[in-house]
């Protein structure tokens, strides 16, 4: 899969998140190598692969520890 748009600023962080059995995991893949070419600040992009699941939304359960600040960003699960 190719991705043609560009991105050169980001102005929120970016995190990608994908089952490693998804259907979406090798477009969400290039997606994410995409956004790393041609965006400026490489570290506003971050790619999170959950091991072993389809659907990391119904199949995983993420607590978040008491405390933790969560930055305004976008966050696409695919």
Known sequence: M???EEV???SCPV???????SAFNSAT?????????SCEDKAK????????????LQE?????PPGTVVPDGLI???
Do not use: D, P, S
Not at 15 to 21: D, F, H, P, S
Not at 29 to 37: G, N, S, T
């Open 2 to 4: 190719q991705c043609k």
């Open 60 to 64: 995983k359960v993420f607590i978040r």
């Open 29 to 37: 893949r290039a997606i994410h190598q995409a956004v790393l070419r």
């Open 45 to 56: 992009v971050e790619f999170i692969e959950v091991a072993g699941v389809a659907n990391i």
């Open 15 to 21: 995190l990608l998140m994908t089952g490693q059995r």
């Open 8 to 10: 050169f600023v980001l």
């Open 76 to 78: 696409l699960v695919l």
